[in-house]
């Protein structure tokens, strides 16, 4: 098994040939086809929630896939828009509420919302993204959380957004040394706790990211030794220009699940 640094760097190092390797995968394929093939059919919130297959795709692609039976709570979200600062996308601290309602923005745009190219584009690229970040779990869990918030962590506006999110506190609590206990603490310490030893804003400059990720795997795989013996590292840390697409085409044709 590889160890989630190598296998980050692996996957990051050429990332639009590794999503085009994810997209061409025919469970991946075959969703992505029906959305775009149908999503355009959708006129409202309700009939978005009333398809099922499109619904699975669109909760998938915007993330909150651990409230794929919340639909009450997705319905909300949606029908609030963005547009008024209390609605319930707003006042969630999680960004990926936000991201789906300013995406599916019926209350702005009416039924001609999902006509939007922008809006089967943005759709279709978080899915691949998400996709690509499970099936990596199923190599090495510490990538697919690094992957996630290398995806997440630029659009966090304040340490509560990094509370808001499970995936993001694991990172930041690794990355930082910070005890798992601490969310047994008021919100609003946690929130100092982490504004104390981090800079949010910092999540949005790329090299800076990536330094804190670098940080975040160092420590994952320090705490989760793993055996490579399969990849050495000193073959994979080569300096080459195919290391991607060859590792991922040994990775057991990337098997993906849940779609």
């Keep these: 098994m590889l160890t989630a640094t190598v296998y980050f760097n692996a996957i990051t190092k050429d990332y639009s040939k590794t999503l085009a390797t994810i997209a061409a995968e025919p469970v991946v394929a075959r969703e992505t086809k029906y959305f775009e093939a149908n999503i ?12 099922s297959r499109l ?8 993330g909150p896939s651990d409230m794929m039976n919340a639909k009450a709570l997705i319905r909300k979200v949606i029908e609030g828009g963005v547009s008024d600062p209390k609605s319930l996308a707003n006042t969630l601290n999680d960004p990926r ?12 745009a009416g039924s ?3 006509s ?6 943005t759709t279709v690229s978080n899915y691949v993204e998400q996709s690509l970040e499970t099936n990596a779990g199923q190599q090495n869990q510490g990538t697919q959380i690094a992957l996630t918030f290398q995806r997440l962590a630029p659009s966090v506006t304040s340490a509560y957004g990094i509370l808001a999110n499970k995936t993001l506190l694991s990172v930041v609590q690794t990355a930082l040394g910070l005890p798992v206990s601490m969310s047994q603490e008021n919100i609003d310490v946690q929130a ?6 981090l800079n949010v804003a910092d999540f949005q400059n790329p090299a800076k990211l990536q330094k804190f990720i670098e940080r ?14 399969a990849f050495p590292a000193s073959a994979l840390l080569v300096n080459s ?4 697409s060859n590792l991922l085409l040994s990775l057991a044709n990337l098997k993906l699940g849940g779609s």
């Design 40 to 51: 355009g059919k959708v006129k409202t919130t309700d009939d978005l929630i009333k398809n």
């Design 55 to 62: 619904y699975t795709y669109v909760v998938k692609a915007f």
């Design 97 to 108: 509420y936000k991201a789906l309602a300013a995406t599916f923005n019926f209350a702005a």
């Design 112 to 114: 001609d919302t999902t």
């Design 116 to 121: 939007s190219a922008a809006l089967q584009q």
């Design 192 to 197: 100092k706790l982490i504004t104390a030893k």
């Design 216 to 229: 975040f795997t160092a420590t994952y795989d320090a705490k989760n030794p793993t055996s490579v013996s």
């Design 241 to 244: 220009p195919d290391i991607s």
